[in-house]
């Protein structure tokens, strides 16, 4: 006599969705109710309010967007929050001792991945309408969205107390996107993983700027990544020092984190670091003009700054380097059209001077 299988259930409409997502590459995913009460936007308001989001003008102006998913689009009813694993393969700190090199931020040294994950979450989101019949919208970083509030909702990891997203699998290396839809789903138990900070300090410690006036709390002000991507015209003087060699963000707060003890290097080949920004030299990033900046960032997050903000951290670098060799690449910078790229000159030629001679230069921090 023989017996009948059981058939398989269908897939639930979450189900196919995350089994979508893993074929498109993505590693990690949640789904949030959209229309939930969070505390993410008045956190946000008091940061504004108080200044320390700098010259960043656009948070204060799409504030009001930014203040719940609902608020972006009133008909959302669930959040779709995928991640992307970026780990870098060895402590992106490492390089700050190779005073001659320049560190750029892990993300950085690899494809923009702006432009990766939005072409996957349409991908996706295009998918999920043509079998499900719902509306959907894609975010992904540069959009009034707070991806980081709603990972959280969706059980991707908790915002430490350096605020981002640390991950139980993937420790602190995860790019987020979103898709918005009005489709309703099931949502993911929120991570309540904040409790797992403790007492735990390593990524407040290591902040070469003090950025954190309280744990998880920023002041962007302060902020190595903000001062060397979002911040206009000279630094200020009294953080030139600390940027050591670091010459586009920092990664040194997510870098401390214990929970890295879990994470994996990359495999997504795009995200992974290209052999000329692994460890590339000063003196030749100093000699870049726009065609060859835009040439050697090619497909890279750094080209959005442009040249002229690159090359003055570039010069703090040289400053910083203690390496009286890196002098002529820091003169021949000091006729340079731009005036924040002759300030950042003028100043990395009177610090190697300090070098040559042994003794401090005035005006010179």
């Known amino acids: 006599m023989r017996t009948s299988r059981r058939r398989r259930p269908p897939p639930t409409p979450r189900e196919a969705i995350a089994a979508r997502a893993r074929a498109l590459g993505f590693e990690a995913m949640g789904v949030a109710d959209a229309a939930q009460p969070w505390t993410a936007g008045a956190r946000l308001q008091q940061f504004v309010e108080a200044g320390r989001h700098g010259t960043m003008a656009w948070m204060e102006t799409t504030l009001e967007r930014r203040a719940h998913p609902r608020s972006l689009w009133p008909e959302a009813r669930s959040a779709i929050v995928l991640g992307l694993n970026y780990g870098p393969e060895r402590d992106p700190r490492a390089l700050q001792a190779e005073r001659g090199l320049g560190a750029l931020s892990a993300y950085a040294q690899g494809d923009d991945y702006h432009q990766l994950i939005k072409g996957r979450l349409k991908t996706l989101a295009g998918w999920t309408k043509a079998r499900f019949g719902c509306e959907v919208k894609v975010f ?63 990524c407040l410690d290591a902040c070469p700027t003090g950025a954190f006036p309280a744990p998880f709390q920023i002041d962007a002000r302060r902020c190595i990544s903000y001062l060397t991507i979002e911040h206009e015209g000279p630094i200020p003087l009294e953080f030139r020092s600390a940027l050591g060699n670091r010459i586009y963000g920092c990664d040194d707060c997510l870098a401390a984190c214990p929970w890295n003890k879990f994470a994996q290097a990359a495999q997504e080949m795009r995200v992974q670091a290209r052999d000329a920004l692994r460890t590339p030299g000063l003196a030749e990033l100093a000699a870049l003009d726009d065609a060859a900046f835009r040439s050697l960032f090619r497909k890279s997050p750094v080209l959005r700054i442009g040249r002229d903000r690159f090359v003055r951290n570039v010069l703090y670098a040289i400053g910083n380097s203690a390496d009286p060799g890196l002098a002529p690449a820091a003169t021949a910078r000091l006729d340079d059209p731009s005036d924040q790229v002759r300030d950042a000159a003028g100043w990395a030629v009177e610090r190697l001077a300090h070098y040559l001679i042994g003794r401090p230069v005035l005006g010179v921090a």
């Open 140 to 202: 992904v970083d540069t959009a009034p969205l707070m991806e980081k509030p709603l990972a959280q909702a969706a059980g991707l990891g908790w915002q430490g107390k350096h605020t981002n997203l640390v991950s139980r699998a993937f420790g602190s290396w995860l790019f987020l996107g979103v898709v918005l839809t009005t489709l309703e789903l099931p949502p993911d138990a929120p991570d309540g993983g904040v409790e797992a900070c403790g007492s735990c300090r390593a």
